[in-house]
């Protein structure tokens, strides 16, 4: 059951249970393709990082998203992290306090400050001159319920991925303000002219998918001169810790993770309140995707193309990073895998792949549910309506209950904000 979320179990059929709710069963009730979220899973992440960071880390809902979630994170002991108007909505439609919302984003609307500034938001993290002069305005016509309390983020020069990481004099990136250029510096100094402003702490992020947590204690090192000159009370460590989308990869947990934060913060002399912001650690691997089996193409001595019902609209991250997958059959979980595919989507696009060399029973067939996990971050959340595919519906499993968090999208939906529809030549 490696790579599959925590309440996985093969039913007596040898199916794929999860949530206590048979797969074959919800595919046939909710049609595919279709988001099954583990909602045991899912607490049990939110509770570890709370128990890592303390209460009030911040969930950043960019990797998934929706009303239920919202509230779940936030049941859990977690404040959010939204980096648009449409999170912060969302989240708002939830009935989560402002005050419990981190304004993200390298680009935030005077629109969207305004809301969040008269709504009395707990956090923004500046990232622009012209930002914190939108900002500054903004208070200064009144728009504040509030004194805004804000982060800074900050590019420190150091940058990890999975297998490395990398000091550098200066960033090029479209986030924050470089420290070795100065720019830090002189932020933090325009923030101190406005007394109606409060600086209350730095936020960084090193990378994503990082599957070292002493990448993190490193960069805490480099971090840590800079900070002790300004003597903040808080501190964000933003997110990126990796999780295993395939076989044989590994990555820390979130409670490792937090116990290398906070030894690095207590080597660099660190007092703050440190928090961090984890999003893909707490719902990818919460979520499978269920598709149908449409189409087996077998070309000789090239390759089996295995086409299901969804793709890049439910799916991207393959097509955009090239990412990797795993594949089972819903009706034989623990069957033997000896067959090489190439799974692919229905969409009208060569490069619409879901996974290049999948591992599938032999036996697999037109008609059966394919199941991709590790797919509850940056799938539904960056879906699309490419060829005017619906999105599909999401479901958190638990307890035996199937519950629709968020429907199908209809024919109906597509053509709703089509102002042609019915029109006249």
């Known amino acids: 059951m490696a790579l599959l979320p925590d309440t996985a179990t093969a039913g007596d059929a040898g199916q ?207 971090v840590a001169p800079f900070f002790h000159r300004f003597d903040l009370p808080e501190l964000s460590v933003g997110g990126g810790l990796g999780v295993p989308y395939v076989a044989g990869e590994s990555a820390p947990t979130i409670t490792e993770w937090g116990d290398v934060i906070r030894s690095a913060c207590a080597d660099a002399g660190i007092r703050a309140w440190v928090t961090a912001e984890p999003g893909r650690a707490i719902v990818a691997s919460s979520a499978v995707t269920l598709y149908e089996v449409g189409t087996i193409k077998d070309l000789a001595g090239i390759r089996t193309y295995l086409s299901v019902d969804g793709g890049m609209s439910d799916n991207p991250r393959p097509v955009l990073y090239g990412s990797g997958y795993e594949a089972f059959l819903a009706r034989a979980v623990g069957a033997p895998r000896e067959r090489v595919v190439t799974v692919v989507g229905k969409h009208c696009e060569t490069g619409d792949l879901i996974i290049r060399d999948a591992n599938v029973p032999t036996d697999t067939a037109l008609g059966d549910i394919l199941v991709t996990p590790v797919t509850g971050a940056y799938g539904w959340s960056m879906g699309s309506n490419y060829n005017r595919v619906p999105r599909p519906p999401v479901v958190f499993a638990s307890g035996g209950d199937a519950r629709l968090v968020v429907r199908r999208e209809t024919m109906s939906d597509l053509l709703a904000t089509d102002l042609g529809v019915g029109g006249g030549s």
Do not use: W
């Open 16 to 222: 794929l249970v999860i949530g206590g709710c048979d797969l074959l069963e919800l595919a046939a009730e909710f049609g595919t393709p279709l988001f099954v979220y583990d909602e045991a899973h899912l607490r049990a992440r939110c509770a570890e990082a709370v128990a890592a960071f303390g209460p009030g880390v911040n969930y950043a809902t960019k990797a998934f998203l929706c009303t239920a979630m919202a509230r779940l994170a936030v049941e859990e002991g977690m404040n959010l992290d939204v980096s648009t108007g449409g999170e912060y909505a969302v989240a708002r439609a939830a009935g989560v306090a402002a005050d419990r919302l981190v304004l993200h984003g390298n680009n935030k609307s005077t629109a969207e400050l305004r809301v969040a500034l008269n709504d009395g938001v707990g956090r923004i993290v500046v990232d622009s001159f012209d930002e914190l002069e939108r900002i500054s305005a903004l208070v200064a016509a009144g728009e504040a319920v509030d004194t805004p309390e804000l982060y800074v983020r900050i590019t420190p020069g150091v940058e990890a991925h999975t297998h490395e990481f990398v000091r550098t004099g200066q960033d090029d990136t479209k986030f924050g303000f470089g420290v070795a250029s100065g720019d830090a510096d002189r932020v933090i100094d325009a923030i101190g002219e406005h007394a109606d402003l409060e600086l209350v702490g730095l936020h960084l992020h090193i990378g994503s998918q990082v599957f070292d947590a002493r990448f993190f204690g490193m960069a805490i090192e480099v």
